[in-house]
């Protein structure tokens, strides 16, 4: 049977692959991505070949991209714990480097490793001196300081500053923000809803972005405009939580206590499941968040039902329910399929990927 010219191409880049040559291998794979149109397994061979390089970043980029189109192929999975190791190592407080490696962790059923990587981001936020940097791009990162020394003197430089940020860091949500709400200083409170409604698509649990969605609205409420695809009925049922005004540190916080309760009341292995330790978790993230956030009373109910306490899991999850709105009523069918089960008394539900719960961006 005659070899495709693609196929030649791969078994070349594959060859270079296995013979070391390692920048050669690179260039191979790019050529043949190419003409693929962003084949996972070219994006694979990609990856191992810049791990190769000791480039471990790229790697997790061409990754993240393979896991897209092939989500549960375990090799994949694997090779982004292995290089998500070797980034940690070189940067072991980077708070967001310790939540996507638990996260990959979590995706192949490493459930201890997750756990851990999470716990050890909580120990890196414990220290006061902590910095959480809003961009891993650190070519993006002047541009983000200067866009927020400028916000109190000059809106139209600090915008300037962020938009040069964004160049650099794609899907931002941290950034969206700013430029959201530098839009909505500007008096342009349309374009600062579209941002912002960007922003929380990339990042549903950063309450933030639903405040500046809630603050357009107003504006252009105010100014008699309707332009916008929502509905009178939904602009009054934006629910903002009470503690939308999170730092930064909080916010991850939260994330990680999130995670590592829904790991523990939900993990499909009873080695994993803890029931207390499910519970200390969901009440430190409620501690941050408040009772009034959907997502966090999700997880929740999740806990009292590992703690076969279905009475408060069923009127948890309701209340869960009652707080989502036009712009997360996509979680609706989960929402209601757990107050189902809990109403039954079956402990154990379904193992979600985290994603269902928030979406932060995983993007070295």
């Known amino acids: 049977m005659k070899k495709s010219p693609w196929y030649r191409k791969a078994e070349a880049a594959m060859t270079l692959l296995q013979g070391g040559k390692f920048e050669e291998a690179v260039d191979s794979f790019r050529q043949l991505l190419t003409t693929a149109g962003g084949a996972p397994d070219g994006l694979y061979g990609l990856s191992l070949a810049y791990m190769g390089l000791g480039k471990y970043r790229d790697a997790v980029r061409a990754l993240l991209r393979a896991k897209s189109l092939w989500p549960h192929d375990a090799e994949i999975g694997e090779a982004l714990t292995t290089s998500y190791k070797h980034i940690v190592a070189s940067e072991p407080t980077n708070v967001k480097l310790l939540h996507d490696q638990g996260s990959a962790h979590y995706d192949i059923r490493q459930y201890a490793e997750a756990i ?130 999170l730092s930064d540190v909080e916010l991850w916080q939260a994330r990680l206590h999130n995670n590592i309760a829904w790991t523990y009341a939900t993990a499909d292995d009873d080695q994993t499941r803890d029931p207390a330790e499910a519970l200390t978790h969901a009440k430190a993230e409620e501690s941050i968040r408040g009772d009034d956030d959907p997502l966090s009373l999700h997880v929740m109910a999740a806990a009292h039902a590992a703690d076969k306490n279905f009475s408060d899991a069923v009127a948890t999850q309701q209340k869960a329910i009652s707080l989502l709105c036009w712009i997360n009523s996509e979680k609706g069918g989960d929402f209601e399929k757990a107050s189902q089960l809990y109403g039954k008394k079956q402990q154990k539900i379904s193992r979600i990927n985290l994603k269902t719960l928030h979406n932060p961006p995983i993007k070295p």
């Open 116 to 245: 851990a990587a999470w716990k050890q981001g909580l120990t890196v936020l414990s220290d006061d001196k902590v910095i959480i940097h809003e961009s891993d791009v650190v070519e993006a990162r002047p541009h983000v300081e200067r866009g927020k020394a400028k916000e109190s003197e000059d809106s139209a430089i600090a915008l300037k500053a962020y938009e040069r940020a964004l160049d650099l860091d794609p899907e931002n949500p941290l950034i969206e923000n700013h430029r959201a709400r530098m839009y909505l200083a500007l008096n342009t409170p349309g374009t600062a809803f579209f941002i912002a409604l960007h922003a929380y698509h990339l990042a549903k649990d950063d309450p933030r972005s639903l405040h500046i969605l809630e603050k357009s609205l107003e504006e252009l409420t105010q100014e008699g405009r309707n332009s916008l695809p929502v509905r009178k009925s939904q602009k009054k049922t934006l629910r903002v939580p009470a503690r939308w005004d």
